[in-house]
């Protein structure tokens, strides 16, 4: 498995943005999938973004089309989830997850590594 750690959390009005960052231990980064879920208080985790082992295919929850960016650098272990246009709707604790899976990237049953989750809050 591969230990994730998120950062780039925080505290945003609504149209604002952020850029979550989430680094992976291991030199075998590439030969993952990876993924954003987030998770807002009383809710079920949910599928944000996804991105394919090369970066060459991406996948999007309906609600963050157009607004949401996953991006991953292999040199540096490292995925990012770039938000922009934030609504309050947004707020929930984001998680970074892994999978060796060639496929399924939306499901949150394919992942069996994940971060610790970093908190996203946009005010109104």
């Known amino acids: 498995q591969v230990q994730l750690v998120e950062s780039g959390g925080g505290l945003v009005q609504a149209g604002g943005s952020l850029r979550l960052s989430c680094a992976a231990s291991?030199?075998?980064?590439?030969?993952?999938?990876m993924g954003w879920f987030c998770q807002a208080p009383g809710k079920e985790r949910e599928f944000v973004a996804a991105?394919?082992?090369?970066?060459?295919?991406?996948y999007y929850a309906d609600s963050v089309k157009g607004r949401f960016t996953i991006s991953r650098d292999n040199a540096q272990n490292t995925v990012y989830l770039q938000m922009n246009s934030l609504k309050p709707e947004d707020t929930a604790v984001y998680y970074c997850?892994?999978?060796?899976?060639?496929?399924?990237?939306?499901?949150?049953?394919?992942?069996?590594?994940w971060g610790q989750g970093t908190q996203v809050t946009v005010s109104s």
């Open positions: 997850a892994a999978t060796s899976r060639g496929y399924s990237y939306t499901l949150l049953n394919s992942y069996n590594s």
């Open positions: 291991g030199r075998t980064f590439s030969s993952y999938a």
């Open positions: 991105i394919s082992r090369s970066g060459g295919s991406t």
